[in-house]
């Protein structure tokens, strides 16, 4: 069984720019949800996609979007990067169904904005 | 607005011992928590969870308290290990997307 992977580990880019980032969701898994993490502080969450549409929002700008393919990958793409873009940026992915379903996070890209 | 509060950034245990972790929530709608432990260049990894009609959940060396009067929980690990090393995250879920909220983090060191 393969886990959540995400590409790339490590990004560097200047304000201004836009960043595509990738997630490969475990298998099985229909969910993808994308959290930022800034230092120091706990993963904030972004939104999250089931079956290719949105299906949830946390507060994040527009210039944050993203997409679900018909694999359950996902791809998180922000626009116009601000230097405060810099971050952790997790996805996790999950089975969407009943009360509660455990998200199991990949390792996360490191993005600089310079 | 921070709706789940860890307080103690850090805390530092001999091994062996007991390691108590804390966290306050403000929303009386989180239905499950959640913690978290995430090591560096890691994304975090779930631990143990409680639904919001329990007080108490037990999974081997580790349990999670909560008490929804106070909007407390917490997380006790007995005996602490070397291994047990890390960031903890306290989160809750509320909503039918499942919508994770973080805490802060606590980041334990057991001491050998």
């Known amino acids: 069984e393969t886990g959540v992977t995400q590409s790339p580990t490590h990004l560097i880019k200047t304000r201004g720019q836009q960043v595509t980032l990738r997630c490969s969701s475990q298998s099985g898994h229909n969910t993808v949800s994308w959290y930022q993490q800034a230092l120091g502080q706990g993963p904030q969450f972004i939104f999250q996609?089931?079956?290719?549409?949105?299906?949830g929002r946390g507060n994040f700008p527009p210039r944050f979007s993203g997409l679900q393919f018909p694999n359950y990958s996902s791809e998180l793409n922000v626009n116009a990067l601000e230097l405060d873009d810099s971050a952790l940026y997790l996805c996790a992915s999950s089975s969407l169904a009943g009360d509660y379903n455990e998200q199991f996070f990949g390792p996360g890209t490191r993005l600089t904005v310079l | 607005d921070q709706q789940v509060k860890q307080n103690s950034p850090s805390l530092s245990v001999q091994e062996g011992r007991i390691s108590i972790l804390n966290c306050d929530y403000t929303?009386?709608?989180?239905?499950?928590f959640l913690w978290y432990k995430k090591y560096p260049a890691e994304g975090p990894t779930f631990l143990i969870s409680?639904?919001?009609?329990?007080d108490k959940n037990e999974d081997g060396r580790f349990t999670v308290f909560l008490n929804k009067s106070a909007k407390h929980l917490s997380l006790h690990i007995v005996p602490s290990q070397p291994g047990d090393s890390a960031v903890y995250f306290c989160?809750?879920?509320?909503?039918?997307?499942?919508?994770?909220?973080f805490g802060t983090g606590t980041k334990l060191q057991v001491i050998p």
């Open positions: 989160a809750a879920i509320s909503g039918g997307y499942q919508k994770v909220t």
């Open positions: 929303n009386s709608m989180f239905d499950y």
């Open positions: 996609y089931y079956r290719e549409e949105e299906n």
């Open positions: 409680i639904s919001s009609i329990k």
